[in-house]
Structure formats: C-alpha cells, structure tokens
C-alpha cells in the first residue's frame, strides 16, 4: 500500500482510492420490531403508565453504574433538563466548550443562564482547562463538559476545578456513548450526566436522550423538570417552578431499549477501527490524527484528523474535495457550521428572545478571536466518519486515499 500512496491522485485523472463499496448495515431489526410490537399490544403508549421507558432506564443506569437515569425527548432536552435539576439561579455563568452543538446551549439560554466559552486543546478539541480557569468570575456556577467526537475531556483537571472553585460539573455525552478516561466511563464523574439518542448518534430512537445521576435529589427534580412540574410520584398536579414537557414515549423507549443492548459491541467496533485508522495516518506527511491521551478509549462518534498546512501548502477544503475525489465522504470544517458556536448571530446579536437581550450580560460580549485555538481548527481539521459497519478494507481504502493526497500535496508544494 506504500508504494500506492504515490500514485496519482483522482482529482487530477488517477484511479480512486475507495476501489469497492463501503459495508453497509442495518441499525434497526427484529428486537427493535418484536419491543414496539409489545408497545402496541400493550395499548400504552404514555411513559409513566408503561414499561418499556422504566425498563430502558434501569438498563443504562445499571450500565453506567449509576443509581438514577431519566429518559427524555431528545439530547437538547436532556442537558436543558440536567441544568433545571441543579436550580441555578438566572444569571449565573457556565463555562462550556466553544467547538459543540447548539444542543449544549439550547438550555443554557431557558434557564436564564450565561454561556461563556473555553478555548479547546490543539491536539484533541476538547475543552482546555487552563483556558476554562481564566474564565471564571464571581457568578460562575457550573462547568458543563462536552466529550467532543467521542473523546472523553480532561475530566480530572476540570473535576478539581470545580471541587477548588465550587462549581457543579455537567457531562454532555451526546456524542460518547461507552467512551472512557482513566478507566472510568464518561458521563459518571459529574454530578449529572446527559446523553442523546438522536438519529446520527451511536444509538438511536429517532429523538430520545436521558440524564443519569446518583444523586436522588437531582433525579427526583429530574423527573418533575421532565414533566411540566407535575408530581406524578404523588399524584399531584401542583407545579412550584417553571418546566417544560420532555416525556420520552414507550415508542421511543421500545427502539431505546433494543439500541441499548447493542451499543457496547458498536462502539468496540468503532474503536477497533478508528484505532486501525489513527495507526496508518500516523505515518503520513503532513497528517496528524486527533490525539487519544493514554487511559482514554475513543467511541468515534467522529474521526478526525489535523493538517499540518504549512508541509501541505494547501488549504483545508482543497485537502477535502481530493480526498472526496478519492470516494471518501468527509468535510473541512468540523460540524458546527464552520465556526465556533459563540460566532453565531444568536450569540453576537444577543438575539435569543425576541425583543431583549435577556439572559446575556451587557459586559460579556462574543467576537472572534475569544478562541483562537477553537477559530483555526475549523480551517485545519478533516471530520469523517467510520461506522460500526465498516469493514477493514474500508479503513484500509481511507487510509490509501488520505496518503494519496497529502504525499499529492507534499510534493507539490515541496
């Protein structure tokens, strides 16, 4: 294969590196259907009168080793529910990563809370804690934690951060299912933790997420926060504070609960080759894969990678059509829109409720060059995915492509 990664490159008239079509899969089959089937026999389709959401819960819980899990409509909704169970008061600040999903920031915003954003680390995009220490003020009040990519964060340092400033940890594991540091899965070291089971995830129900605490105070306001603040427990419908209505359906909870029993065989095979992948490109001119920090196990919801330009001499998108040219499917600028979130209107126009600036503070503003390390990534990294159902010579065929167009480029510009 060495001696291929010379050959001539699709984009200028060579053969294509992906010489055979990727492996396919289905991610839905006869337990999903065999569990929504019970759903429909049982005539119950409403969360708290059913059985199979209860189930679902006590199936991740147990999982995750943790004494409570509240299964919601979606992952926005789950960090939105895990910030209403803390009962931070408005205005408080939280300091979260600067390269996420808006599904982060969604409840930041409801609950009247003030996003400020960290800078990453260069070599894994997670949030760099010496950047998150200078972010701290009077009305910081929580740390929520984004395990970019499926790569864990650097969850002892930011942990004693907020034992050293008393600050509630928040884990965001929408997109690192069953993914680890130190041995320790994350989404179990904060005081709560939100999942996402979204369509593009690891797993799946269509729309669905869920919180996991062992605290039961917070899974208690948890399940109130979910439920528009009615006491189902108690049967009692007297609500104290304000929430909205996140119920989880059985529907959802029948495809949760079958897509739970086989995520930990999908993201070892995720590792399995993503590892496989990192240990060819590592070999390559002027390519550089996300950095896995030893102790750490990558779930590889995304597989990414760094260019180093300046060996290259080109820039990130051109790296990006040759390398689609070569039939692998990928993008040049991250996921969220080519930029870091604090760059989007809803942050610089202070627009998130129609007629005011509420919740955001008039001295806190959002500009580029807050994040500089978080600003050049997205002209330096290449995002792609590998799929459980890929096969070796799929991983092999990437890796031939990659080589193909960075020796391309090498030489070019040597």
Not at 234 to 256: C, D, H, S, W
Request: hydrophobic residues 40%; proline residues 4%.
């Amino acid at each position: 294969m060495t001696q291929d990664f010379y050959s001539k490159p699709a984009i200028i008239g060579g053969e294509k590196a992906k010489a055979t079509p990727f492996g396919t899969g289905k991610r839905h089959g006869e337990l999903e259907k065999q569990l929504l089937a019970d759903v429909i026999d049982s005539d119950m389709l409403f969360y708290f009168l059913g059985t199979k959401v209860l189930e679902f819960q006590r199936e991740f819980a147990a999982m995750y080793g943790k004494e409570h899990c509240v299964a919601c409509s979606s992952g926005t909704a789950a960090v939105h529910i895990a910030l209403g169970a803390l009962e931070l008061p408005a205005g408080s600040e939280v300091i979260t990563s600067s390269i996420t999903d808006m599904g982060s920031l969604t409840g930041v915003l409801y609950q009247g809370l003030v996003p400020v954003f960290a800078d990453v680390d260069p070599d894994t995009l997670n949030m760099d804690p010496a950047s998150v220490i200078r972010l701290i003020t009077d009305k910081t009040r929580a740390i929520l934690v984004v395990h970019h990519s499926g790569l864990a964060a650097d969850m002892d340092a930011l942990l004693e951060i907020g034992r050293e400033y008393n600050l509630k940890v928040v884990e965001d594991c929408a997109q690192a299912y069953c993914c680890e540091y130190e041995g320790r899965l994350a989404g179990t070291m904060g005081e709560i933790a939100a999942f996402s089971l979204n369509h593009f995830k690891h797993i799946t129900c269509g729309s669905g997420g869920m919180v996991i605490t062992d605290d039961p105070d917070l899974r208690y306001r948890a399940s109130l926060f979910l439920d528009k603040c009615y006491q189902r427990e108690e049967k009692i419908r007297n609500p104290f504070f304000l929430a909205p209505n996140y119920q989880m359906t059985e529907l959802q909870g029948a495809v949760a609960l079958a897509q739970l029993r086989k995520v930990q065989a999908i993201v070892n095979r995720r590792n399995q080759l993503g590892t496989r992948l990192s240990a060819l490109l590592e070999k390559l001119p002027g390519i550089i894969p996300q950095t896995v920090p030893a102790g750490s196990k990558h779930a590889y919801f995304l597989y990414l990678f760094r260019l180093d330009l300046d060996r290259l001499g080109c820039t990130a998108s051109e790296f990006s059509e040759a390398l689609a040219a070569e039939g692998i499917p990928n993008s040049a600028h991250l996921i969220t829109g080519g930029r870091p979130v604090y760059l989007y209107d809803i942050f610089r126009k202070r627009s998130a409720f129609p007629g005011t600036d509420w919740p955001f503070c008039p001295d806190r503003l959002y500009s580029k060059g807050d994040c500089p390390i978080a600003e050049a990534a997205f002209d330096r990294w290449i995002t792609m995915h590998v799929y459980e159902h890929y096969t070796e010579r799929d991983i092999d065929e990437i890796a031939l492509g990659v080589g193909k167009v960075a020796h391309h480029f090498a030489q070019v510009h040597a």
